[in-house]
């Protein structure tokens, strides 16, 4: 199976739960913050990834992967990363406001 329609639901989970929380105050805050979050991730997966694909730690097979590559990493590899920046503080910003304040 393509390493690309693994990340599909992954992407399409984070597009519908960012767009639901669209409506909680500090939307455009969040989203900055969130790209500069995924900037950092994707900085740091660049690296990490390259460092143990060039390691032989592991391998991506070239007929599941689009061809397209930071380095040794393929870009579908980015993928978790900016999801994970962008859904951890929709879902956040979706519990309520009690919730919230007592985690943070």
Do not use: K, Q
């Amino acid at each position: 199976m393509p390493y690309l329609l693994i990340v599909l639901p992954f992407v399409a989970v984070t597009l519908v739960v960012v767009l639901w929380s669209s409506r909680r105050p500090r939307f455009g805050r969040r989203m900055a913050a969130s790209g500069i979050a995924a900037g950092a991730l994707i900085a740091l997966t660049a690296i990490f990834d390259n460092l143990m694909i060039a390691a032989g730690l592991f391998s991506y097979p070239a007929g599941h992967v689009s061809g397209a590559r930071i380095g040794l990493a393929p870009i579908e590899d980015f993928s978790y990363a900016v999801c994970a920046a962008f859904l951890v503080p929709a879902v956040f910003a979706l519990l309520p406001a009690e919730r919230a304040r007592r985690r943070a």
